[in-house]
């Protein structure tokens, strides 16, 4: 049996030797890769993962998905982070990238289709489609938005550049008396 001071001593060296496999040996594995080159390191993988999994930093996030196949297969999903915290992520699909917040709403979506078409959706923080713009190459670029229950829109004809600018009041619910 620890006695109290044992236990605390114990306590004390399990917490740095964690904070230093979280915060320290990341940083210090990521220099030895870009450093050395030429020498492989060979950890196991669940301690990679564990390094990895450890990353709350974007710019150090997209370094480490350069590094390899391997990790960039780990860590397809793109996070973002805003003062060590998670603020969003993004997923990359053959035909879409999908950028979801912590609570797993849609902030936007990028559609890309044949030919140079695309598609971009942007939300609002309640998962309702507040904007659109719809490209179709070589005929025109669509802007929809909804603000203050007002709908715009907004056709640009690629060959000429024209504007054909229209707004209508939108009507929610309901109005049957």
């Not at 030797?17 to 890769?33: C, G, Q, T, V």
């Not at 719809?134 to 005929?139: F, G, H, L, R």
Request: include cysteine; proline fraction near 2%.
């Amino acid at each position: 049996m620890l006695s109290e001071g044992d236990w605390f001593e114990s306590f004390n060296l399990h917490k740095i030797f964690f904070i230093f496999i979280l915060n320290i040996l990341p940083k210090i594995y990521l220099m030895s890769l870009v450093l050395f080159k030429s020498t492989q390191v060979n950890l196991p993988i669940e301690l990679i993962k564990i390094i990895l999994d450890s990353i709350t930093e974007t710019e150090t996030y997209k370094k480490a998905r350069l590094v390899c196949k391997d990790w960039y297969y780990y860590l397809r999903i793109l996070k973002s982070f805003e003062n060590n915290v998670l603020i969003r992520l993004l997923e990359f699909k053959k035909t879409n990238i999908i950028c979801r917040d912590i609570n797993n709403k849609i902030i936007f979506e990028y559609i890309d289709k044949k030919y140079g078409n695309s598609v971009y959706k942007n939300y609002n923080s309640r998962g309702v489609l507040i904007k659109m713009v719809t490209t179709v190459v070589p005929y025109y670029i669509k802007i929809w938005s909804v603000e203050n229950n007002i709908v715009n829109t907004k056709i640009i004809d690629i060959k000429t550049t024209k504007i054909k600018e229209s707004s209508y009041a939108l009507i929610p619910g309901c109005i049957i008396i």
